[in-house]
């Protein structure tokens, strides 16, 4: 049972070039989100979903993109990286109800030059 | 709209000392609040969370944490601090839907 699982754990590019994050998990939650991590800044929500077919945008979506065709997985997508995404990416799962905890992955520790 | 302020960057204690984090919320509704902990290079873990009934919450590893809805507070507390608690906390209120709102964390450091 790997719980939540993210990767990779470290990425650099170039900017201008595209990429997608990975996030898995395998406890059949229906809620996951992305959060990106910035210091001084805490933790903000990119993107979310409350199940396969259903995604939102959270605080910060510009510049990211997401799709959830299965429970399982949720992947992030950066379509043109740019130097303001350099940050460090978790991935939250959690079952449906505003009540129960989240899980969060490792995290993705993106750098963009 | 919600947001969740941490006034304090980094707190220093002693072994052995007691601790206290800070976190004020702001949040239309009844308040979901949480306290995470993050150990360097690590994801996050829930230390405690409140969503109603008895104001004072117990966590893991010895953490409790008090809800004050007159000071709009949720301080997180320690009797004793150990070594291994140096770590970074991160206070969150949730929504109905899940989403966290997080302040911008406290920095701990213990001194043997």
């Known amino acids: 049972n790997a719980g939540v699982t993210q990767t990779p754990k470290f990425q650099v590019l170039k900017t201008g070039q595209s990429m997608t994050l990975q996030c898995a998990q395998d406890?059949?939650?229906?809620?996951m989100s992305w959060y990106r991590q910035d210091p001084g800044m805490g933790l903000r929500l990119i993107h979310y979903s409350v199940g396969a077919g259903i995604t939102d945008q959270g605080e910060v979506p510009n510049g990211y993109n997401v799709s959830r065709s299965t429970t399982e997985d949720f992947p992030l997508r950066l379509l043109s990286a740019a130097p303001s995404q350099t940050s460090v990416y978790f991935c939250a799962t959690a079952p449906a109800g505003g009540r129960e905890t989240q899980y969060f992955g490792p995290g993705t520790r993106l750098l963009v030059l | 709209a919600q947001s969740v302020t941490q006034p304090d960057i980094h707190i220093t204690v002693s072994e052995g000392a007691s601790l206290e984090l800070r976190c004020n919320y702001s949040?239309?509704?009844?308040?979901?609040l949480f306290w995470y902990v993050q150990s360097p290079g690590q994801g996050l873990q829930l230390l405690l969370k409140y969503f109603s009934g008895d104001t004072l919450v117990q966590g893991i590893k010895g953490f409790e944490a008090e809800f004050k809805r007159s000071q709009s507070s949720f301080n997180l507390r320690k009797p004793s601090v150990h070594w291994s608690d140096a770590a970074e906390y991160f206070c969150a209120v949730g929504t109905g839907a899940n989403n966290l709102f997080f302040g911008t964390g406290t920095r701990l450091t213990v001194i043997p």
């Open positions: 949040y239309g509704a009844t308040p979901y």
């Open positions: 406890m059949n939650h229906e809620y």
